[in-house]
């Protein structure tokens, strides 16, 4: 909120120390203001013009403009170990396997029928068909081995004797006479010889074993519950529920791929019998697996995904986006699907901006009808309709340019910073009404001034007082700008360059338009077409009526100060002051990116029901280990797995190469590792056998090495290996974070030389480290700018006790503000600091400009306090309900960053209002300052400044100037 009041602190009489300073300084921008007003009242043609044409090239900038979406790069501190670890992990371990997932939920209670399956199955059969260009499923799809399970007799002695299906994996009917029936013989302890001794890697010749692995068919990758009759449609179409429900129970190994499988962890509120077993559940989940191919970088296919920033071949991307096409398809039947592609985040955002631009049009269409309303009068002459569209114009080009400029410092650009339009609406449009409160508040003996002259009055005391308010604003945004969470960084710069782009051109092109508003009102020319004037015109005697400051003056100004109210006044912000407390120890931090989508997309809808119906049992996780001879360091990685499974209180289960391995050779090479050193030759060989073997084969994907695996050749050099663990649940940042550094202060304790590299990496670290952060980011960032903004505040109204009774209501409304967010089911999360941060500058304006006014006027407490509350309490509540309607229309926003942002402005606006317009005056009623000094001297009004009459006069009469405040009648 800003308001038109001047001041006249230049001209006190006596100030001393920082009153003096800020006299000078007041005095300083009077004098710069009132020639800026004077200069672009000679050439407001020259300005308006010139604004374009710097705005214009200040928007170059834009060609530079960047969008970014990784979570790594938006909520996680820049210089954090977890975005160079992901940046390492990109460039030396990639993840080329892209997951599609698609949920199909039963309209009724039981997925499990023929029908829902046959359903399924069409989706799939339509997944299968879709064809991009030259892409199909089949080029695409990430292939593993499929096992044709032997039918011989020794097959099935194989099966009988042993319970570790994996061997499974590796015999055919072909090689049933390659086994030695004395293998299956049990020993007087019932213990299958084959179960401890037998491993086809080790026993069998090494080229007959490679060569079975090299005849091993491939077959895409698609996982689902249709697995159990091989997506055999005339079979499913025979099912009964008793029939599926007896297969998913009884089926172990997929019959398409020849590997255990627990088809269970592919359903969804399952539904269990008497004796266990399952009889219904409500969703299916299939998922397909996409192998991106890193060879295609060198043809320049390989594109950025703008939704988790990895490198990804064209093809995939444009075969993702029909795969989207056929799993969002409208369909009439007994099941809903919920999609997730891998291409999906970038997707999203993007429609999220499109939402978001459909909604500021109309938001600019609201503020267009009430700037017109606030601005112009109902009459023909003085209607100011192409005005407004300037004012708010002057807004949407500090935007650009606070677009442009952050774009050409390569400043990216964030799923937050979509609220930045609304925010400049709601504080770029009252400089406007300043200054055209200022032009209406000067006196009759201006009227022989020239329009330049009087153009130069009324800027030299509007700029001072948006000056004060946009310099409040920018530094509490300012201060943002140095957190080291991306995101609030780089809103904040946007904020803080908009803010200042806005402010000046307020005051030069609006003013400009202005004044060629006023040229036309005084030649008595229509509001809308111009080339129609009128001779004798007189304005109707209902629009030189203000009714809105009749009917404040009436409820407000003579209700408030009555004792009964005063102290009901003070009881209730003692209420909101302890329920405020509350809530505020009650809220908690909490962060997840999955918000900032919208309530009503694709995404969104799947996350929740995946929450929903496949929750987990907590975040995974891996380890890398580079930059040292493994060989020679096998009892380093052994004591730090040793080490990480005795966390049993945070991790749940380890699951690494080395232990297997360790059997694997101690077994089957006599081996006794750990004790044992194993020289560099024979831990490849051993570790080449071992990666193909049963035991080691889904291994092979953890290690990275100088050359390619061979079946028949030791294994290269080892580059780097992993392993996997996985988090216990965790009820909160409370549990999380603690656990996320004792295990990183466990990875940085492991000793494996010099040079050596080891790190920990879990998706869920996005969010993590942001909980670690973002509460210690809010509490430093509210605390500098409150201590900028008092001082800014002092600047301006040069009185110490005063000063703090502002920032007293500040320190209230943020409490309110903050513990209200808790009851509203709101956390601290990133875009909560940043509306808070922005909460300060906007509710030290209400309070500061009731405080300033209060110093104007003289006489008793209680006679300042009302003269206070019917001068400038009407036009505190005007800016506060103009930054309400810069926000209205996120009151049904999907979105987690506009309904988080309607929220917390309503609660600024509303308790902001209260404290400054209403709490504050009963307290400046009863033991507010005394006024300046000059104002105590000349208590008439013959002898106050010019800015003090107009406050401080009840009737309609315009002010008189007075000797205070000359008038200067040169430009």
Known sequence: MRNGLGTTLAHKKGPVGFARLGG????????????LGCSIGKRPFFVTVGCLLIGSLFAMGLSNFTKENRPEKLWIPSDSQFVRDSEWMRSNFPNNVRPQFAIFEAKESNILSSQSLLEILSVIEEVAAIQSED????????????VNLGQGGAARRRREATEAPEYDDFFGSDFDDAFNEDLFKKDDFGKSSFLTNFDPSV????????????????????????????????????????????????????????????FSKSLGGIKFGNNGTIISAKTILVSWFVESDPSKSLQGKITNDAGTGDQVAKDILEWEAELIKVLEKERNGTITTFTFAGRSFGDISGKTIQNDAQKLSVGFIIMFLYVQLMLGRFNLVEQRALLSLIGIASVAIGCVVSYGVCSAFSIPYGPVHNILPFLMLGIGIDDMFVIAQCWATLGPETQTLSLPERLGLTLKHAGVSITITSLTDFTAFAIGATTVLPSLRSFCIYAAVGILATYILQATFFTAWFSLDLRRIESNRDGCFFCIQYKNYKPN???????????????????????????????????????????????????????????????FKYFDKSKQYYPGDGEPGNIFLSGFNHSEHLDSIANLIQRLQEQKDIIKEVDAWYPPFQTYSNVHFNTSLPVEKLDDARFKDILGKFLFSPSGSKYRRKFMFFGTPRCRKPAPPVKISSFDFKFRKFKGSFEHVPAMNRLKKIISEADFGKGAEVKVWARAFAGWETD???????????????????????????DIKACLLVLLCVVLTLIDVSGMMHFWGLTVDVVSCIDLVLAIGLCVDYAAHIGHSFMTFAGSRQERAIKTVKQIGPAVFNGGFSTFLAFILLADSDSHVFSTYFKIFFLVVVFGLFHGLVFLPVVLSLVGPAPYAQVEEASSPQKLPMNVVAASSDSDEPPKQTELSPVITQC
């Open 541 to 603: 005697d209902c629009s030189k009526k203000d009714f809105f400051k009749s009917a404040f003056d009436k409820i407000l100004g003579s209700i408030l100060f009555k004792t009964p109210v005063k102290i009901l006044v003070l009881l209730s912000t003692g209420v909101l002051l302890i329920v405020g407390s509350w809530g505020l120890s009650l809220l908690r931090q909490e962060f997840d990116p999955v918000w900032f989508l919208t309530q009503s997309s694709y995404l």
């Open 772 to 798: 670690e952060v973002i509460a210690e980011e809010l509490l430093r960032n509210l605390s500098c700018a409150m201590v900028c903004v008092f001082f800014t505040t002092l600047l301006l109204i040069v």
């Open 24 to 35: 000078s300084f007041v005095a300083g921008l009077e004098s710069f203001f009132y020639w």
């Open 203 to 262: 026993h069998l010749d090494r080229d007959t074993y490679c060569s079975f692995l090299d005849r091993m068919q491939e077959t895409c990758w698609l996982s689902s519950l249709l697995e159990i009759w091989s997506y055999d449609r005339a079979k499913i179409a025979t099912l009964s529920s008793e029939e599926i429900s007896s297969a998913i129970n009884g089926t172990e190994v997929s019959p398409v791929f020849g590997t255990p499988r627990d």
């Open 135 to 146: 892409t199909t499923w089949d080029k695409i799809c990430l292939k593993i081995p499929v």
